[in-house]
Structures are given as C-alpha cells and as structure tokens.
C-alpha cells in the first residue's frame, strides 16, 4: 500500500512513518501547510513528492493518507481524501465536534474506503489479554474498570495542545479519547452517561490540563478515569475487577510495547505473560485486514466518533456541573 502523510507531525516522525515501512508499505508524499516544513520532512525521511496543497496528492499513485495535522483541520482533509478513493487513518480526536466526525466518516463510508482512527492502545497486548479474559467470563460479572492515565506532557508537544482550545487543545479531547476507546475495545460496549469535573495546574492557558470523571455503561459497569499534562511520576494504569478476578495493567496506557499485567483471584497474585509488539505496525497490518473486509482491530471511523462523543461529554458535564448523556 502506499501513503501520503497528511501532516508533518512528531507522530507521523516517530512512529506511525517507521511502522508504514515496517509492514512494507510505502510512503509517496507528505503534505503539510506550510510547504517548506513538507519539503523538510521529505527530504529527511527519503519521500519522493511533498506539497502544501492536499490537491496535488490526486497525482502520486497513494492508496491511502494518514492524517496528523491539528484536529480542526482532519474534516476537511479526510473528505478531501475520501473524494480521491484514498483510504484514511486519522489521528484522534477525528474533529473537534462530533457532527464533524459524524461527516468524516459517513463520507469515507458513502464512498467506499476504510477509515480508521489511530487508537493505538487497542493494540496494547495487556489489552489484547484483557479482552480476551473479559469475553472468556474469566472475571466474572464484572464491576468497574479505573483508568489511571495522567502523564507529563513533553515539551515538544506542549505547544497548541496547552493553549489552543480551536485546534482542540486540552487534556480532555487528546487523552480521554484514547481512554473512551479502550473502554470500548474491551467491553464492546462505550459509557452511557458521564459525570466530570476538570482543572488547571498551571501548565496549560484558558483550558483544562487536568479531569477526573466517571462514566455508566448500559448494564450498570462503573469506570473511574483520570488524565492529565502535568503529573511526571503518576505512572498509568488499567485496571478490570470482577466478581471472580481482577487484572491489572500497569505502564500499558504508553505508545511503546510496553507494560506489565497482573492478575488476582481466589489463588492469589500473579504475573501474566505478554507478546511486545509493535503497537502502531499492529494497527496498520489491522488496516490492511480491514481494506480486505477481513475480520480486525480496528478502530474504525465510527468508533473514533464514539470515543469524541464521550471525551465531548466530559467537557459538558465538567462545564454544566451535573451528569449528561453521551450523544453520538
């Protein structure tokens, strides 16, 4: 398959452009908005064509675009892509409102290509346990799920994420996502309703750098969330208790193939055994599965509209002080 990165991003650089030619893809071309950026990035990373105008991408035989560019800017560049036949994996939060998510990947539906959101943890292989146990009633009845998923964000990557609320700057929209979307992953199943509340440490200007909330799900489930930009040694974990069995997940809510897991029950505390892997060359062979219309993992468009609407719900609630419904 070959790719046109949409975006000139730390992301695409670090990650998601070495895992493209680790499964043995390609990338033809980089497009940003400012053009000398996109021939910067190109002429580094050895791609043929780079543009600041998406139009010209229509020329140079991709199958498919990743898109990395601020999240005010994913609509128009995956209806752009969707236009052209291309394929589409953008990154999270889809939009920065969920009727523009809702359009983003009704368009790719109406025209025929796979969309997927780049929610890397479903490809954590603690997840992957996880999943695996929940759907195995090994747990029993389960109770709740608590999400412990407050960082230090890295100062290349504070810039508009701390002081840009148009480009969807803010805690909320880049980490609760990713915590919607797990919670989705292993339950099958996304939060009813929401009650939130958020805060400012000092890190980030005129908007949140710290939430903690807890969501409902249809059956009753409980999940305790929190993130945040400025807390360098709170660690992250992902935690599953049921009547039967619990297991934890500690260090698993990372870009790397990271992490252990744990389980407890009636015999005590143990240590599971996980397969590392890759978790960004896991999600893109799932996208070559799902082009194919074979089974996968991934997270597709209109989960990437889930985990906003529950991400969307937690900024309402925090700001309306009282529980709200997630509306997608």
Known sequence: ?????????????????????????????????????????????????????????????????????????HESQTLAAAAMGLHVLCEKPLATDVAAARRMAQACEDAGVTMGTNHHLRHNSAHLKMREAIRAGELGPLVALRLTHSVYLPKHLQGWRLDNPAAGGGVVLDIAVHNADSVGFLLDAYPVSVTAMVGNTGMAKGMEDNAMSIWQMANGVLVSTHQGFNTPYAGVSLEVHGQHASMLGKGVLHQGPDGQLWRNDAQGARQIALDQHNLYERCLRHFHLAVSGQPNDLADGWAGVRSLAVAQAVLKSASQGCTVTVEW
């Open 1 to 73: 398959m070959k790719w046109v990165l949409i975006g000139a991003s730390n992301i695409a650089q670090q990650w998601v452009a070495p895992a493209i030619r680790a499964i043995g893809d390609d990338i033809v071309g980089v497009i940003s908005g400012d053009g000398a950026r996109a021939k910067a990035f190109a002429e580094q990373h050895g791609i043929a064509h780079a543009s600041d105008a998406i139009e010209d991408m229509r020329h140079w035989g991709a199958d498919a675009v990743y898109v990395s560019s601020t999240n005010e800017k």
